[in-house]
């Protein structure tokens, strides 16, 4: 009996010795200025977005940085996310908040709430500009804050599921992304009164927007799939390629990109005379066309599938992000503007945006 | 159309039991054990496993909660979605659906997602709750890779008349009431238990999420419950025994909405469901015994949320039937075989068509004590066809050998399998999502090496048992969105493998001295788990399974006062690639009194849940209450 309660004993306090091996990861603090923010979405539900800082040059991923700073995590699907100002403001879409930290440093500052499935942001003269799709069956919206008291100041109603937005000359440009369901068109709301000067049409849901040496605005519609009430897909609404006059608002090319492709995700060149556009869901390829005379393009600059990209506007390199699925590490790939491999990184789960502090 | 199949069903075992009777002898003597009717043969055949066997006290203290809260204080690793939320365990380094559970000898798994919400399992309602670990359970069917769950009801016979009445008021303005009632004789007895609860379940947690993490309350998490469980067994001769079990459940849940999440939340969940058991147990003689099983398990779940326009109506069910025989052979050797038809439908908003699936099997296991029972051995097989296919044969072997009366050496190991869920094959292609009629089952192998020491005399008892295990999981069924594919929805994939190995140890001692009773149990659980997305991918740490899981209590009985002290240690777990979840140690505290009034036998006590205030969360994202506080007036009726 005894030698049983000495085996007992023993065995408990191995047990206890066990449970307490293992020590915390050290914290470090670095400044987050001179080099490129990966934003890492997450999986949907998990609340695992996470952001990622490489600086220029280096060789080394530094992930999950708002974390280690500030010992939690940032929310749920890190849709979008905006430097102004020497701040950051987050867009966590699933969360329905927009979290603001230092660019620099990357310690929080202030949570703003009260969104309902936010998607973009922007800021320009002291105002934070977020897109919302709202719940279902609402219409989308531009909720408006100001920068510095970060109060709700505006809510700007515009069409289905607003997406992308650009702030320029004293306007604000929404891409209506269809939401739920669809919208094909492109609002234009005055900075100032907060009112919807005009509305374009383009092609089916477009989602984001960049102006380029011209001023004028490209917009990449992503087009849909069809379905059937089985949910068989049937068919296809072609996804475009839309320049817009900024001061006529009147579309100059329309083009079709693909009957069966969906691309989301647009940017410039650093001198903002070529168009880069492709990635997203499901597409394969990042393609290119010339301001001046722009013709779809049959192979792609970069080919493969990325779930998102981004020009560095320094140098034009092209930062293409790889969500191989919503559980293991992403990867960064860095190309040149020809589309030359350069460099390539582990990052967070599903990167999907790159920002250039 | 599956209730009239039951009730079919019931009406031919009737027949069947006027039948038998007609037929049997008054002259013989032989009488049936009715315990056997509640699993006991399939228990004695789990020779060389690993079993953890939740003792009554803990049973009578969490009598008003659900069984998901009292595994949370256990042995086994449990996720769960918030208070009262979608709750599952999960063994060795598995995921849920890799442990099967077991009520009265039927698996009641939705066979939709190979789950079971454990949140919706009310204590009161099982008189006896057991886990194996490890891929040992041949004779229980297919699929129990890591381990299995098993809930059984008590025979009645042996059983004293009368009932008992138990309130509970709580924290979360928790409101419970269970119940019990038998009555009956030795020939035939009923009984009936009820669970009924409300609850705001506006707990107070930390919201890790925000920046100071401040206190708040739950949202949006009210939960109505309400189920009825009977028993009813009945000596219809001496050879011939019928058991049935009846049990309905119904939740109607608000879903708690993630807390990083700052936007209104509307989705709730309904879920119905009815689990019936019939059993029809004839012994010709001391050495056979044939067992004649029907049962359903039948459920519905509806899902709504109005903020995303999500609305769906999900329905199953589970059709069984089995014959299976045990036979003393060989010298106190005893062979157990079954054969078994299970019929699996279901019905979802979100499936082309019904799904349907027929699978029957068919089992054979040995057990053998040899050298006068100082070494035990079994060695239990499996074959099964599904829709027509014959799947792997599965296996596993077990021994035992007592070199004293106080020392056991166990072994055993397994080959296991797990077939896809409905999900899996049927769900519907949409946007974002489809099934994969592709899969193949999952594969997996392991087996556990230990030893048991145990020293029982009339005022103490020590039980210490240690064991490493294995387990090998190939062809693992995630669920993955592949974005750099054209093809790229949510959809399931036979990934490559889950290997973990690691070390249980459990310690249970007790000891009375006069009028005081003392127990204390301890078990402690090492995990080293790793997880292979492809072939020749890099491992990654298993999500959700702790390297470190310690469960303890210490329970006081001096006359009328009783005192338990439950703690859980549940190590840094991964909740993805490269985060991880805190530690933390969960304990609950419960004191109580009993004394009588107007002659009955009235307990007060009180308790207190989560006593060190520990912020945890068990699924990341999902708040757990703080500290809060029950209290429980129970009455006892029984004559």
Known sequence: ?357 | MHLKRVCSIVFLQLVLVGYLCAQMSLSDTIRMDEVKVYGNLRESHSIGATIYKMDSVKLKIFQNRSAAELLAMGSVNLKSYGVGGLSSLTMRGGNSSQTIVVWNGVNIQNPMNGGANLSLFPVNMFSSIRLQYGGSGTIYGSGAISGILILNSNALFSQPNGGELSLSYGSGNTRSLSSQVKYGDKSRAISVKVFGQLADNDFEFRNIYKIGSPKERITHAESKQLGILTDVNMRLHEKLFWSFSGWGQLGDKNLQPIMSSTQPSYANQVDRSLALVSNLSFSPSKRILFNLKNAASLGAIDYSDKGVNIFTNNSYASILTELESKVEVLNNGEVSMGINHTLETASSDDYVGSAKRNRVSGYASLRKPLFRSRFLSVLSIRGELVDGDFKPVIYSVGAEWLPTKKLIFKMNASKNYRIPTLNDLYWASTTYTEGNPNLEPESGWGGDVGFQVKSISSDRAINVSNSLFYSNIERWIVWLSIPTVSDSKWKPFNMSKGESWGWESQVDWSLRVNSLTIRVEGFYTFTHSVFSEQPGSRAQPMIYTPTHRFSGSLNLQYEKYGLGYYHGFTGKRYRDFQSQLPAFNLANLFISYKFNLLGKVVTAGLSVNNLWNQDYQLIAGYAMPLRSYMFTINIDFTR
Not at chain 1, 205 to 215: C, I, T
Not at chain 1, 261 to 284: C, L, Q, R, W
């Open chain 1, 1 to 357: 009996m005894k030698k049983s309660v000495k085996l007992m004993m023993a065995m408990l306090v191995l047990a206890f010795a066990f449970a307490s091996c293992g020590g915390d990861d050290e914290t470090q603090y670095a400044e987050f200025e001179n080099g490129a923010i990966i934003l890492n979405e997450g999986a949907y539900g998990n609340s695992n977005a996470s952001i990622t800082f490489i600086g220029y040059g280096s060789d080394i991923a530094d992930n999950q940085i708002f974390y280690r700073i500030n010992g939690r995590e940032l929310g749920d699907v890190l849709q979008h996310a905006a430097i102004y100002n020497g701040k950051i403001y987050m867009v966590l879409n699933n969360s329905g908040k927009v979290e603001v930290a230092s660019s620099a440093t990357f310690i929080q500052l202030q949570t703003i709430t009260g969104l309902v499935n936010p998607r973009y942001v922007a800021a320009k003269d002291g105002k934070i500009y977020v897109t919302q799709w709202g719940s279902w069956g609402e219409q989308g919206t531009v909720e408006v804050f100001d920068a510095n008291s970060y109060s709700h100041t505006n809510t700007i109603k515009v069409g289905t599921g607003a997406e992308g937005l650009l702030c320029t000359d004293g306007k604000i440009w929404v891409a209506n992304g269809g939401g739920y369901g669809l919208d094909s068109t492109v609002m234009v709301v005055d900075a100032a009164t907060g009112a919807v000067s005009d509305t374009v049409t383009v092609g089916y849901n477009p989602k984001e927007l960049v102006e380029d040496a011209s001023g004028n605005i490209w917009v990449i519609c992503s087009g849909a799939d069809i379905y059937d009430d089985s949910w068989e897909v049937v068919g296809h609404l072609p996804s475009k390629l839309v320049m817009i006059d900024r001061q006529s608002r009147q579309v100059v090319h329309s083009l079709i990109i693909s009957n069966t492709s969906h691309p989301a995700h647009i940017d410039v060149s650093s001198g903002k005379e070529t168009v880069y556009f492709g990635g997203g869901f499901g597409v394969n390829g990042i393609f290119s066309v010339s301001i001046t005379q722009p013709v779809i393009p049959q192979t792609p600059v970069i080919d493969g599938f990325f779930y998102g990209f981004n020009i560095r506007p320094s140098n034009g390199d092209i930062y293409c992000m790889v969500a191989p699925n919503f559980t293991s590490a992403g990867e960064l790939k860095i190309y040149s503007s020809a589309g030359a491999a350069l460099k390539s990184y582990s990052v967070g789960i599903a990167p999907s945006t790159a920002l250039f502090n």
